[in-house]
């Protein structure tokens, strides 16, 4: 079946939840407790932050005097190391496993709370030795191993303040994550397996220390053991540190206030520079948890699988913290779904008994692609539920999952969030009946709406701006020292009814289902990666031979959208086949691979408004043979 990531028209059939299912459902009646957790969201959030070990309670539990800088559980005393790890070793599940790792090139690590905590605990030690104190920005670039949890981990739990740069971005984006970041301590890897080959993480952190004078310490951990280049008193290996005397398995855990930063991570936005979102222990960790023990009703015994990456929001949420707040047992797997076989991700979840795969639409089609033949050689009857996140998933892709991966028998959570909220926000429950392509209705205590341009609510049915209309805990703070631009980004177009503007837009249908449809800012979504088309338009005009561009989404059939370039070339230089290939390679080179456009065009001009701006919109409609809509700012 060859996957079509653009059917984008609703569907009407509904499905609905199994006897087993219903049975075992933390939450049965979705109606009647959204209409109470909305009636009083504070209180429905202070009864959840209940759940969760504070060293002391908070005063208020939504401080909005300072609108837009919300601020939860004011107060409050917390630290998210003593939720996710410390309390659990009170109990039995000192013994429970934390985290199954699997490398791609088939090694095994497990890790019980006990062993999780004295790698964390020793691991904290280290950074101590080596000055970093509380509100330290750390920077972590590591591929999706053990030591990336206990790296995070470790410096929460010091109060030194993470900043989890993606392991495929290049140098150049790292350098500037760092030097916005003003980090003194780099956490790394030798390298990475991908695909049977090794990404060199090392050789792109030494040329990136070049660039950013900030960094002092090096911390790598020996992945691949290929030969790197370590310099005297900077460098220090991973190993070498942990064996030392003041790697003591012993360390406290650093009381923070509710409202002190977690982690900042970096994303795209409208502007080239990239954002450093904030979010902090309390309403982060109260929000993260109770999403997803309801959404995925975590029971004790499940196994729990996100397949994402530790480096974005996803893996952060509901790799690391959500869970570990809910003691699952998670399983994390280093390298690509089709490597040496199209059945790797299914063996895996055979093989450990996965219950909840949570996963991209991307990554769904991209399997689907082999057929299913495949998914066929494995018993997947282990799984209870399935989730999606990243981009819109397409009624076909669903249907396979759904049928295929799930056996008709595991509903699919198609969760809608950002980087900016932290969590789920709008979300199925297990029990909801569910539409194909549709991510159903806001998660308990949360409101949204579908409006225009001047706020007000569009028809049932229309397409328009999405919004959050309350705060919630898990949203993001700020911008990393950038306040103005986090007021300006999410606070401003929607000022007077005070929402939070998302960047997508939606439509909602007769029955209250949320269809989300795209960007409607300057961001794409390519394999559910948050590009900037200002990111990718500088790095092209940062090469010699490029004068001007505009990068654009099309549709692609596995990867949701896919960068198209126009360029237009300096004075004297001729565009051919092989300045394509150079140009895509220099993108590659300058922000990751993810970022390497499918086609690059030359052109002579582009459309662009009077005052000077490109107008993209113009651009795709022309790609698609579309109307080109409204042509009045066009210049001539
Ligand atoms: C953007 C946020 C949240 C973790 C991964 C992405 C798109 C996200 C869905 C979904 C349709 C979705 C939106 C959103 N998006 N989930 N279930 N259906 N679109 O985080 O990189 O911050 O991107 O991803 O466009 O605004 P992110």
Same mark, same amino acid.
């Given at each position: 079946m060859k996957p $079509?990531? $653009?059917?984008?028209?609703?569907?009407?059939?509904?499905?609905?939840?199994?006897?087993?299912?219903?049975?075992?459902?933390?939450?049965?009646?979705?109606?009647?407790?959204?209409?109470?957790?909305?009636?009083?969201?504070?209180?429905?959030?202070e009864r959840e932050a209940e759940n969760l070990d504070w060293f002391k309670r908070w005063d208020i539990g939504l401080d909005d005097s300072n609108k837009p800088f919300y601020q939860w559980f004011a107060g409050g005393k917390i630290n998210i190391i003593h939720n996710a790890i410390d309390r659990h070793l009170k109990n039995w599940r000192r013994n429970k496993l934390a985290l199954i790792w699997e490398g791609e090139p088939g090694d095994i690590r497990t890790y019980s709370y006990f062993e999780l905590n004295r790698g964390v605990c020793k691991f904290a030690n280290v950074l101590k030795s080596m000055g970093v104190k509380k509100g330290d920005i750390v920077t972590i670039y590591m591929p999706q191993i053990p030591e990336l949890a206990i790296s995070?981990?470790?410096?929460?739990?010091?109060?030194?303040?993470?900043?989890?740069?993606?392991?495929?971005?290049?140098?150049?984006?790292?350098?500037?994550?760092?030097?916005?970041?003003? %980090?003194?301590?780099?956490?790394?890897?030798?390298?990475?397996?991908?695909?049977? !080959?090794? !990404?060199?993480l090392k050789g792109i952190v030494n040329e990136a220390i070049k660039r950013s004078p900030t960094i002092e310490v090096c911390i790598t951990v020996k992945r691949t053991g290929h030969d790197v280049y370590m310099e005297n008193d900077r460098d220090f290996w991973y190993h070498d540190l942990m064996g030392l005397p003041i790697a003591s398995p012993v360390c406290d855990?650093?009381?923070?206030?509710?409202?002190?930063?977690?982690?900042?991570?970096?994303?795209?936005?409208?502007?080239?520079?990239?954002?450093?979102?904030?979010?902090?222990?309390?309403?982060?960790?109260?929000?993260?948890?109770?999403?997803?023990?309801?959404?995925?009703?975590?029971?004790?015994?499940?196994?729990?699988?996100?397949?994402?990456?530790?480096?974005?929001?996803?893996?952060? %949420?509901?790799?690391?913290?959500?869970?570990?707040?809910?003691?699952?047992?998670?399983?994390?797997?280093?390298?690509?779904?089709?490597?040496?076989?199209?059945?790797?991700?299914? $063996?895996?979840?055979?093989?450990?008994?996965?219950?909840?795969?949570?996963?991209?639409?991307?990554?769904?089609?991209?399997?689907?692609?082999?057929?299913?033949?495949?998914?066929?050689?494995?018993? /997947? %009857?282990?799984?209870?539920?399935?989730?999606?996140?990243?981009?819109?998933?397409?009624?076909?892709?669903?249907?396979?999952?759904?049928?295929?991966?799930?056996?008709?028998?595991?509903?699919?959570?198609?969760?809608?969030?950002?980087?900016?909220?932290?969590?789920?926000?709008?979300?199925? /429950?297990?029990?909801?009946? /569910?539409?194909?392509?549709?991510?159903? !209705?806001?998660?308990?205590? $949360?409101?949204?709406?579908?409006?225009?341009?001047?706020?007000?609510?569009?028809? !049932?049915?229309?397409?328009?701006?999405?919004?959050?209309?309350?705060?919630?805990?898990?949203?993001?703070?700020?911008?990393?020292?950038?306040?103005?631009?986090?007021?300006?980004?999410?606070?401003?177009?929607?000022?007077?009814?005070?929402?939070?503007?998302?960047?997508?837009?939606?439509?909602i249908d007769e029955d209250g289902y949320i269809w989300v449809i795209a960007r409607v800012d300057e961001v794409i979504k390519v394999s559910g990666y948050r590009l900037g088309t200002a990111e990718i338009e500088s790095a092209l005009v940062s090469h010699p031979s490029v004068a001007e561009a505009a990068a654009i989404a099309l549709p692609h059939e596995v990867k949701g959208n896919a960068i198209h370039a126009y360029v237009i070339l300096r004075s004297g230089i001729t565009g051919n086949k092989e300045l394509v290939d150079i140009l895509k390679e220099h993108v590659a080179h300058e922000m990751g691979s993810i970022a390497r456009p499918e086609a690059i065009e030359f052109v002579d001009s582009l459309p662009k408004t009077r005052s000077g701006k490109i107008m993209r919109r113009v651009i795709k409609a022309r790609a698609l043979g579309i109307d080109e809509g409204d042509l009045t700012t066009l210049d001539e």
């Open positions: $079509n990531a $653009n059917e984008r028209k609703p569907v009407s059939e509904i499905y609905y939840p199994s006897e087993r299912i219903l049975k075992d459902a933390h939450i049965k009646d979705y109606d009647k407790l959204y209409k109470e957790s909305i009636a009083d969201p504070v209180g429905f959030w995070m981990l470790a410096c929460a739990k010091i109060g030194a303040v993470h900043s989890v740069v993606y392991g495929g971005f290049s140098v150049e984006a790292l350098a500037e994550r760092i030097q916005d970041a003003h %980090s003194r301590v780099l956490v790394t890897a030798d390298g990475g397996w991908r695909r049977g !080959k090794i !990404k060199d855990t650093e009381v923070m206030d509710a409202e002190d930063i977690l982690f900042i991570l970096y994303t795209s936005g409208t502007t080239g520079r990239p954002k450093g979102v904030v979010h902090t222990h309390g309403g982060y960790a109260v929000y993260t948890a109770t999403t997803h023990k309801y959404v995925f009703d975590i029971k004790d015994e499940d196994r729990w699988w996100c397949a994402a990456d530790p480096g974005w929001i996803t893996g952060h %949420s509901y790799i690391i913290y959500g869970p570990l707040i809910n003691a699952s047992t998670i399983i994390m797997y280093e390298g690509a779904p089709n490597h040496p076989y199209p059945s790797r991700w299914w $063996n895996m979840i055979e093989k450990y008994g996965v219950t909840i795969l949570y996963t991209s639409p991307t990554a769904i089609r991209g399997l689907m692609r082999f057929g299913d033949q495949w998914a066929k050689r494995h018993d /997947l %009857s282990c799984l209870r539920l399935l989730g999606s996140v990243g981009e819109p998933l397409n009624p076909e892709a669903w249907r396979w999952y759904y049928n295929v991966i799930g056996k008709a028998a595991c509903p699919i959570m198609d969760t809608w969030w950002q980087t900016e909220t932290g969590g789920f926000v709008i979300t199925p /429950l297990p029990v909801t009946p /569910l539409k194909p392509g549709s991510v159903f !209705k806001p998660f308990l205590g $949360n409101q949204i709406a579908v409006v225009d341009e001047n706020g007000k609510e569009v028809p !049932k049915g229309e397409e328009g701006f999405l919004v959050i209309k309350t705060p919630w805990p898990g949203m993001a703070r700020t911008i990393h020292r950038d306040p103005d631009r986090y007021v300006e980004l999410y606070w401003k177009k929607f000022e007077k009814n005070g929402w939070y503007k998302t960047g997508d837009s939606a439509r």
